[in-house]
T-cell receptor, first 115, second 112 residues
Framework: GAVVSQHPSWVICKSGTSVKIECRSL??????MFWYRQFPKQSLMLMATSNEGSKATYEQGVEKDKFLINHASLTLSTLTVTSAHPEDSSFYIC???????????FGEGSRLTVL | QKEVEQDPGPLSVPEGAIVSLNCTYSNSAFQYFMWYRQYSRKGPELLMYTYSSGNKEDGRFTAQVDKSSKYISLFIRDSQPSDSATYLCAMTMNTGFQKLVFGTGTRLLVSP
């Protein structure tokens, strides 16, 4: 199957700082990538859809100025959590759409802890 | 009310047991239903993908969809310790895998 790599796996930062998470499709080109967030004991929630070369589409309730998404190439999308606060502490996971079916392949996730 | 409800478990069974995992949903517009398996510290991987009501079988796994009851199930026959993982149901109104709505996942533990 297709491989999606996410980095870093976990990150701890101070409140007010910004954190960047990378999502790479290693063996295929992904025109569309998705970013999800999962709080403890809750479902994976779609945050935004990232399309290569265009602006991301954010789901209702997700602040686009706080969660900056860049999809500058067919193999890389980045999520930057700006001015992070403790309530942003969560598990962030990306997925990339592959092939004609659009099947999603997920990264391993990034656990963000904001102190 | 959550759009998709799934018991988080954990569900503990002995090796060889038949496992039944379930989700209910409230939005009748959902047309496509998936089951993902997620091992610890790994991303979810697609197990089964169904469209219509009825059963779909793949090896030891059977996915069942009952749209009239808004209820989907995943059955695992002859469960193995390697099946121990979190199983997430997901569904969408759209073709393909756009805008998936996930359940919380059920943690399954299969003991030898």
């Amino acid at each position: 199957g297709a491989v999606v790599s996410q980095h870093p796996s976990w990150v701890i930062c101070k409140s007010g700082t910004s954190v960047k998470i990378e999502c790479r499709s290693l063996d295929f080109q992904a025109t569309t990538m998705f970013w999800y967030r999962q709080f403890p004991k809750q479902s994976l929630m779609l945050m935004a859809t990232s399309n290569e070369g265009s602006k991301a589409t954010y789901e209702q309730g997700v602040e686009k100025d706080k969660f900056l998404i860049n999809h500058a190439s067919l193999t890389l999308s980045t999520l930057t959590v700006t001015s992070a606060h403790p309530e942003d502490s969560s598990f962030y996971i990306c997925s990339a759409s592959f092939g004609n079916t659009g099947e999603l392949f997920f990264g391993e996730g990034s656990r963000l802890t904001v102190l | 009310q959550k759009e998709v409800e799934q018991d988080p478990g954990p569900l503990s069974v002995p090796e060889g047991a038949i496992v039944s995992l379930n989700c209910t949903y409230s939005n009748s517009a959902f047309q496509y239903f998936m089951w993902y398996r997620q091992y610890s510290r790994k991303g979810p991987e697609l197990l089964m993908y169904t469209y219509s009501s009825g059963n779909k079988e793949d090896g030891r796994f059977t996915a069942q969809v009952d749209k009239s009851s808004k209820y989907i199930s995943l059955f695992i026959r002859d469960s193995q310790p390697s099946d121990s993982a979190t199983y997430l149901c997901a569904m969408t109104m759209n073709t393909g895998f756009q805008k998936l709505v996930f359940g919380t996942g059920t943690r399954l533990l299969v003991s030898p």
